[in-house]
């Protein structure tokens, strides 16, 4: 584990993240202060940003995720034909 500086950690910004991206956790301090952490991902995190915020989302109770997955999205149920919208469509205009 290595301590940094703010100042040096924004000059040398790659380095770290390199580190951190081989298992290593780097304490970012502020006035010999912690104040946060740059840490590996964890090992159930995934590679990809959207599926990793998706799932963080979960975790935080956000968004459930659906009980059965489904095959898209739900069936249409009109409320009425096509037919019958026409036509009541054609009487609003004719009373004009």
Partial sequence: MR???????????????RLATHGETVLVTDRDRVVA????PQR?????????LLAEAVRQGWITPP?????????RKPV?????????LEQDRSDR
């Fill in 37 to 40: 952490e740059l840490a590996p």
């Fill in 80 to 88: 009425m034909s096509f037919r019958k919208l026409l036509r009541e």
């Fill in 44 to 52: 159930n995190r995934s590679p990809l940003l959207a599926d990793a």
């Fill in 67 to 75: 009980a059965l997955p489904g095959a898209g999205p739900p069936p």
């Fill in 3 to 17: 301590a940094v500086g703010l100042k040096v950690l924004k000059n040398k910004l790659s380095e770290y993240v």
